[in-house]
Antibody, heavy 117, light 110 residues
């Protein structure tokens, strides 16, 4: 059974960098699929942040592209998200998921990140 | 890329059927048969219900069905049950490895 688990700091200061990791079990990232980050502000809808392929090739949401970096560590079977210069608008539950570009079939439970001083 | 358009809310009584629409453009929903639907209960992660417009993952009841016509995709839930009360999101491939979601629809089972 494929499982994903987000981890990272739950409170980030404005203007700092949000960092999250997603540990994958039950499937080797290096075998394929796209590895995705999605966020959901409190009370709002889902927003696709971007994804990366196991080779490290990435694709980002145009509205976040200047602030987002995703990377993969196949030795740890995990992938990561960094979002720079955060503001209160970046407060959200951040999900990681697996995709083949037609569906997001496995999701993590989500990690709430609050941007506040 | 703008979000796909969904009704904010729909409702139905147990046993009835409801349909949730998802309208995009000829660059996303209309261009690809890569529409998927997700069910989300409060405080939980979304769950895949439909992919490739009308395919159901293993374990999803056949009460859930999907279709597409032009730039609009639809999710139909028949034989409504209390557990179907949730938020539903559509999602589509939009070219150049970009993915967009709909704004979400709150389904209330009366």
């Amino acid at each position: 059974q494929v499982q994903l688990q987000e981890s990272g700091r739950g409170l980030v200061q404005p203007s700092e960098t949000l960092s999250l990791s997603c540990a994958v079990s039950g499937y080797s990232i290096s075998r394929g699929f796209y590895w995705v980050w999605i966020r959901q502000p409190p009370g709002e809808g889902l927003e696709w942040i971007g994804h990366l392929y196991h080779s490290g090739v990435t694709s980002y949401n145009a509205s976040l592209k200047s602030r987002v970096t995703m990377s993969v560590d196949t030795s740890k079977n995990q992938f990561s998200l960094k979002l720079t210069s955060v503001t209160a608008a970046d407060t959200a539950v951040y999900y990681c998921a697996r995709s083949d570009l037609t569906r997001l079939d496995y999701w993590g439970r989500g990690a709430l990140v609050t941007v506040s001083s | 890329q703008s979000a796909l358009t969904q009704p904010r809310s729909v409702s139905g009584s147990p046993g009835q059927s409801v349909t949730i629409s998802c309208t995009g453009t000829s660059s996303d929903v209309g261009a690809y048969n890569s529409v998927s639907w997700y069910q989300q209960h409060p405080g939980k992660a979304p769950k895949l219900m439909i992919y490739d417009v009308s395919e159901r993952p293993s374990g999803v009841p056949d009460r859930f069905s999907g279709s597409k016509s032009g730039n609009t995709a639809s999710l139909t839930i028949s034989g409504l049950q209390a557990g179907d009360d949730a938020d539903y999101y559509c999602c589509s491939h939009a070219g150049s490895y970009i993915v967009i979601f709909g704004g979400g629809t709150k389904l209330t089972v009366l």
